[in-house]
């Protein structure tokens, strides 16, 4: 194919993806937007103001890089897995594989519609924390470099979970009982300066804690962790998961037989 | 000239240990109509996944029109449309979205896909249909928009893997005149069913795979040869009581007004006419009692005959 075609091919399968996600915005769209909006009103507003400063910041101005973050991880993954999935189940992914589209193509293109997902919602969950507090910005390169980053990392995740996953129960596993704990302990709600010092170290191990402590540096420009150590998980645990999604698709694993 | 699909020595062994397909070899010509016939789990699924790269192949080689699926994967793939058994589209799609879509997945620019599919959706009948979500048509209406999907990147090679399956004797007939239509354009054909009707009426080439092997490869002509028997049901306006006595024949009663004979390939059916005529016996029609090729099939299948 040549480089036009593979270009048309592989907007082919974004549009595609962004209209599938558009086109059911009240379950794609709407809940994380008024999830969000609850946590900035209970613990924000409610709470937070109880608690005072963290990080020399109000505490619903320290949350919100985190919700933000929560928001992007949680949606970049679940359009990848459930789209993916869906496609496996129903067989429209032989759509694709019968046609000349190389795997990479595949792979990019289910990735993109999961970031443009991902950065929807965390877009105007950006907009909507704006009615509880001032953002300002610290790091505005850094803050768009970690959520993009962020955003396709956790859209490979769904695509890994999506490729093994062989029912729909194996789609809600990995977010609901490894993604989910894994965001509530990263960070969001508080520093890990605040644990003790066994648990801070456990602390170290969770991934989802240097993209929230980055994301969060980019923003209000305090982190609990070096950002380059950050900025080296995510760039590593891209280069893994993408390889991985790229040897699964060429091997076959569990889309042909 | 190049062949439209050549397959040498494939093989395919499952995970579970089952040899699906025991090293098969097929050619098919440019512009031939070819069926593919077996009976369930016999590997016919299996050779046309391996050509459509939906099932990996253990050994073997697959060409089409000269590009091997594994070295010149994309030349290949361009060459084929194909028409699964299932229906595999996004239910929620809108009918014309799945076809322009599909050009897409072929490198086909937006503008000149949609061109594309409006041609073919109103060749098969679904462009009134084409902002209708897919989930809200009718079972043939499906069928036909796999096909204009299939279609819509322009193949050289079109395999249907039981296209009629499920759709009423009207719709079936329509979609034979259209893929009779489309193989005289110069689309090669390669087809499955389970409909021996259809093959015969369809097919210029017929290969039958029994047990993950070609026991039969030739012209449907060729082939239908080979049926040694054929038996007729005669309709009689007369009251019987018994089959009617006719030399060199074996009759069997099936009710009062309708018998059977079993004519050999030799023995042509004068014989049978005169004798009727002798004993006063008015025949009022005169069927096969299967299709031709369905009784090949099965005495083949039943033979497991090499060929």
Redesign the interface.
Known sequence: ??F???W??F???V??EI?RFL?IWIQTLIPPIITMALYFVIFGNLIGSRVGEMGGFDYVAYIVPGLIMMSVITNSYSNVVSSFYS?KF???I?????????NVLILLGYIVGGVARGLIVGFIVTLVSMFFTDLNIAHAGIMVTVVILTSVLFALGGFLNAIYAKNFDDISIIPNFVLTPLTYLGGVFYSIDLLPEFWRNVSLVNPILYMVNAFRYGVLGVSDIDISVAFGVILLSITVFFSLGLYLLKN?TGL?? | MTKALVIRDLKKV??GGVEALKGINLDVEQGDFFGLLGPNGAGKSTTL?II?????KTSGKVEVFGYDIDSH???A??N?G?V?Q?F?????EKVY?IVV??G???????KQAKRKAEHYLKKIGLWDKRQVQARMLSGGMKRRLMIA?ALVHEPNVLILDEPTAGVDIELRRSMWEFLREINAAGVTIILTTHYLEEAESLCRNIAIIDKGKIIQDTDTRALLRQLNMETFIFDVTNQLEQAPQIDGYVTKLIDRHSFEVMVLQNQGLNRIFESLSAQQIQVLSMKNKANRLEELFVSLVAKGNVA
Do not use: C, W
Request: charged content about 20%.
């Open positions: 194919m040549s036009y075609e593979l048309v091919t907007s082919t399968i549009i595609k209209r086109r496609a129903q067989h429209q032989e759509e694709i594989l019968v046609s000349p589209t190389p076959s042909r037989s | 499952y995970a996944s459509t790269s939906l099932v990996n994967f994309s030349l793939k361009k084929l194909v699964p299932e595999n589209f996004s239910q929620f979205d879509t599909q897409g997945y072929y490198g086909i620019p937006l999907r």
